[in-house]
């Protein structure tokens, strides 16, 4: 057969057009249905943590011995039982704590002040390098104090004889299928919530001083 024959014969076959085209078109389908899927799971993810933190504050606010007498008393055994649920609920998948961090903080008013607000105490846990984004321990007991807890122009505050447990999470995000699908490296998640019961605010107290419970540092870095 000639080649001109055969040229003739191959611009007019139709028989493997659509075959073609599908191999043109598979890798763009591939990769937008990656890319759906990473994205949902990223969404998921987000939804996760933001949970995590509302439960963290709500658990946080709940916590303390009950007694009609007086005011509840906080430990720090309770504080180290709030911290391990959050991993314990975000699972294995999550690993919550090595590849992110828990700050848990208490925004009071400082003492003899009718609303000066101030972080009176904070417990962290994981293992990412990263400090809270609103305050240390401490910060607003001099000066003008803190406006409050939160982004610019939304932030919670306490008032007089009360807290707020102000929880931050900060996450690196771990990718489902890789990290050549774009996705956000960082995610984070805020709450708050009041403290439920007339609460003990002088101090987070030991229930053995003589064997005291582990002290959630927020300058260690682990999980």
């Given amino acids: ?17 659509a075959m073609t085209e599908f191999a043109l078109a598979l890798p763009l389908l591939f990769t937008a249905g990656l890319v759906g899927v990473e994205t949902a799971y990223q969404t998921a993810i ?9 439960h963290v504050a709500d658990n946080a ?25 959050a991993d314990v609920q975000g699972g294995d998948r999550l690993g919550l704590y090595e590849h992110g961090r828990v700050i848990l903080s208490s925004l009071e008013v400082v003492p003899d002040t009718d609303d000066q607000q101030y972080i009176h105490w904070q417990r962290c846990k994981g293992k990412k390098q990263v400090q809270s984004g609103y305050g240390d321990a401490g910060d607003g007991l001099t000066g003008s104090g803190l406006p409050g807890m939160g982004p610019k122009g939304e932030e919670v505050i306490a008032f007089k004889g009360e807290a707020v447990m102000f929880v931050e ?7 489902l299928i890789g990290d050549f699908i774009p996705h956000r490296e960082t995610m984070s998640a805020t709450a708050a919530f009041n403290v439920r ?6 101090q987070i107290y030991q229930r053995d001083p003589g064997s005291p419970d582990t002290v959630a540092n ?3 870095f682990d999980s």
């Fill in 1 to 17: 057969m000639s080649t001109r024959i055969l040229l003739k014969r191959l611009a007019g076959a139709r028989s493997g057009v």
């Fill in 46 to 54: 987000q939804m996760e943590i933001s949970q995590l933190a509302v």
């Fill in 61 to 85: 606010s709940r916590i303390g011995d009950t007694s009609t007498l007086r005011d509840r008393k906080i430990y720090e055994s309770d504080i180290l039982d709030v911290l391990t649920g």
């Fill in 169 to 175: 999470i900060v996450y690196d995000y771990q990718p």
């Fill in 197 to 202: 019961d007339s609460r003990d605010l002088s």
């Fill in 218 to 220: 927020c300058g260690a």
